[in-house]
């Protein structure tokens, strides 16, 4: 068994607090130590999850985090998968911690993000698919968004309606988190009376982008054990797998998908292969979750989720929320932190935070959104260029 | 001064020197393997299990395919992307267009004035050139899909 144990988790609150992203990882990674009942200088290895925004030392985010705490000479690394950054800097402390290259592992990732879309970075650059779909066709994320919600309508018979009622799910979970940076509950009415960004999906039913940070305090269950923590959350699994050739499924921040002349598509798509991985590494099967958080992009995206790792068949998405399984106090909670809908995205910490909630959810210790006797839970996020990230904790 | 006509992306799409009616997207297929691939793949094939020793030759996709899905984008998308700030914006409407023969779903804006109430997934499209921005110098190309007009469908069913 490959576990290694989660001993420290603390977060910056999201929102947009217009200070630099270094100032929220280090919040965070302060009340993470603080959670794990170490100091700094006990801490062998600092991963951070880079940010394209803030310029140089976004992208060296695990040394800027160090030389911010304080410079201990600790390992440095920084890692960059978009969406899936945070997921991969888990990764990376796991195979140090398993390997024996360090004891304990600061995880820190954190962003501070501009107003409006997301948009590419600057210049004239007819290689980067990034540049050209903006250029192009003026493709935001939300139009892809917007695709596959369409598509879901046409396919499966889902309705706005149905998007509404994930955000009103999400933001009734977000009211009761202290870090969310939404805390109001929303109406299906107010989903309904909000602006089309881009048909058919609506302002509410597409998540912000944020500040925020997130951090965790990862080591060896002997290190655990030896330090205060007996009986830790662990992390079973974390499945970083990259699509297979043929792509049939659209994604952002593609043109075209692969064409299938050649061979045929993989009987899973890329989202569903990245559960099955993390599944299969950790042992146990969706049967055996307590709790999901799954990345929410848009209302709509949340459904495809519910089927991408297995809690229902695909097209059955809607069902399950309408049944009220995946609400606080259903049989199978979906994004008990509020999600996306309740956070807005601060990319490089996004996938950190969702095993943050993971974490207090399995300690019993999530407060007001507990989920009683909650034992095993999986995370699923996705990002551009084929990252995504699927990580399984267990108590 | 008269403006010069200019693709958007070069090698993507026919030139002006074929009637409208000869309009295609271009890829490249690998002689291998069969892989096509749009946008254009010249250097090598991207099959993980291409026998391999192709070449990459450059062929016209099939003109017609059928709505996958459809958007449109109510609010002025960021740079690259062109739009005159002082206008009042105009939402476009976006398509993804399944192709059979190449096994693959390509996006494009709709011909203008085509809207999302225009369109129902699995709807008869066609590729059409069309122009994405004017500027001082040139006139930028690029392509379009366009509802095949329902008698056209007709003939052919
Ligand atoms: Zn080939």
């Given at each position: 068994m490959n576990d290694i144990a989660v001993i420290g988790a603390g977060m910056h609150p999201w929102g947009?607090?217009?200070?630099?992203?270094v100032s929220y990882g280090t919040a965070a990674a302060r009340a993470a130590l603080a959670d794990a009942g170490l100091d700094w200088t006990d801490i062998g290895s600092v991963v951070g999850a880079d940010t394209?925004?803030?310029?140089y030392p976004g992208y060296v985010a695990g040394a800027t985090f160090a030389q911010a705490l304080g410079w201990q000479g600790a390992r440095v690394t920084s890692v960059y998968a978009a969406c899936a950054s945070g997921a991969q800097a888990i990764g990376t402390a796991r195979a140090q911690i398993l390997a024996g290259l360090a004891d304990a592992v600061l995880v820190v990732g954190a962003d501070s993000t501009p107003k409006g879309f997301f948009a590419p970075a600057?210049?004239?650059?007819?290689?980067?698919p990034d540049w050209l779909r903006f250029r192009i066709l003026g493709a935001t994320n939300p139009a892809y968004f917007a695709l596959y919600a369409r598509r879901r309508m046409a396919l499966?018979?889902?309705?706005p309606e149905d998007f509404a009622r994930v955000k009103v799910k999400n933001a009734a979970a977000g009211a009761l988190n202290p870090l969310a940076r939404y805390r109001k509950p929303v109406t299906a009415e107010e989903v309904a009376a909000s602006a089309v960004v881009a048909d058919p999906l609506r302002l509410l039913d597409i998540c912000a982008t944020s500040d925020g940070g997130a951090a965790l305090v990862l080591c060896g269950l002997d290190f655990a054990r030896r330090h205060g923590h007996p009986d830790p959350v662990r992390i079973r699994a974390v499945s970083t797998v990259s699509p297979t050739y043929p792509r049939a499924a659209l994604d952002l921040p593609d043109i075209a998908t692969d064409s299938t002349t050649a061979l045929d598509p993989a009987p899973h798509a890329f989202r569903a292969s990245i559960a099955r991985a993390a599944y299969e590494e950790a042992g146990l099967g969706p049967e055996d979750l307590s709790l999901a958080e799954v990345y929410d992009l848009s209302t709509a995206l949340e459904l495809e989720w519910y089927e991408d790792i297995g809690l229902c068949g695909p097209g059955e998405g809607a069902k399950l929320l309408r049944d009220g399984t995946t609400r606080l106090g259903g049989a199978l909670p979906v994004n008990t932190s509020g999600g996306l809908a309740s956070f807005g995205e601060a990319v490089p910490a996004q996938a950190i935070a969702q095993v943050c909630e993971l974490t207090w959810q399995l300690r019993g210790t999530a407060g007001d959104r507990q989920v009683p006797g909650a034992r095993a839970g999986i995370t699923a996020n996705q990002g551009l260029f084929g990252h995504g990230s699927a990580v399984v904790a267990v108590r | 001064m008269a403006r010069t006509r200019r693709p958007v992306v070069t090698g993507w799409f026919t030139d002006d020197t074929v009637p409208e009616g000869a309009f295609r997207l271009l890829g490249t297929r690998c002689s291998a393997c069969a892989a096509v691939f749009f946008p254009r793949e010249d250097d090598a094939c991207r099959n993980p299990v291409c026998p391999g020793g192709g070449a990459l030759g450059e062929v016209p996709l099939s003109p017609r395919g059928r709505v996958w899905s459809y958007t449109d984008g109510r609010y002025r998308p960021p740079a690259p992307y062109v739009s005159d700030p002082d206008a009042p914006w105009e939402p476009y409407t976006l398509v993804a267009v399944e192709l059979a023969a190449e096994g693959m779903v390509v996006l494009g804006q709709a011909a203008p004035?085509?809207?999302?109430?225009?369109l129902r997934v699995g709807q008869e499209v066609e590729v059409v050139p069309g122009v994405l921005n004017e500027d001082a110098e040139h006139v930028w190309t690029t392509w379009h899909w366009r509802p095949v007009a329902p008698e056209r469908t007709e003939e052919r069913a």
């Open positions: 947009k607090w217009g200070r630099s992203f394209m925004r803030c310029g600057g210049g004239e650059r007819p290689d980067d499966y018979g889902d309705t | 004035g085509v809207r999302t109430s225009d």
